[in-house]
């Protein structure tokens, strides 16, 4: 019996391993304006990452995210971290 139990405790928790893992991983945003588009997140929720996002096309940080930009032809990548937590969007000229 405690050995089916174990078993059973292990096929669990490796279920749920891959929707924890799936959760931590890169989401697409669906925030989109006019000239910013593609925005995603890693590690981080997508209301913090329109948030930063908002605050960033203001001039202004937020929560301790830093920005930088690489131009292109038609506009601009522009890469946020936190730690490990990053915003990433694209922004039309």
Same mark, same amino acid.
């Given at each position: 019996?405690?050995?089916? #139990? +174990? ?6 928790? #490796?279920?749920?391993? $891959? ?7 890169? !989401?697409?945003? $669906?925030? !989109?304006?006019? @000239?910013?588009? @593609?925005? +995603? ?11 930063? =996002? ?11 995210? !830093? ?5 292109? +032809? ?6 946020? !971290?936190?730690?490990?937590?990053? =915003? =990433? ?5």
């Amino acid at each position: 019996m405690s050995k089916l #139990l +174990t078993t059973a405790s292990t096929v669990a928790v #490796l279920a749920l391993a $891959p929707a924890a893992a799936q959760s931590a991983g890169t !989401r697409h945003c $669906p925030y !989109r304006t006019s @000239n910013v588009g @593609n925005v +995603t997140a890693s590690k981080t929720t997508c209301a913090k990452a329109k948030k930063v =996002v908002q605050a960033e096309m203001k001039g202004k940080h937020y929560g301790g995210f !830093r920005c930088h930009s690489k131009a292109h +032809t038609a506009g601009a990548t522009v890469t946020c !971290r936190k730690g490990q937590a990053k =915003v =990433v969007w694209q922004i039309a000229d």
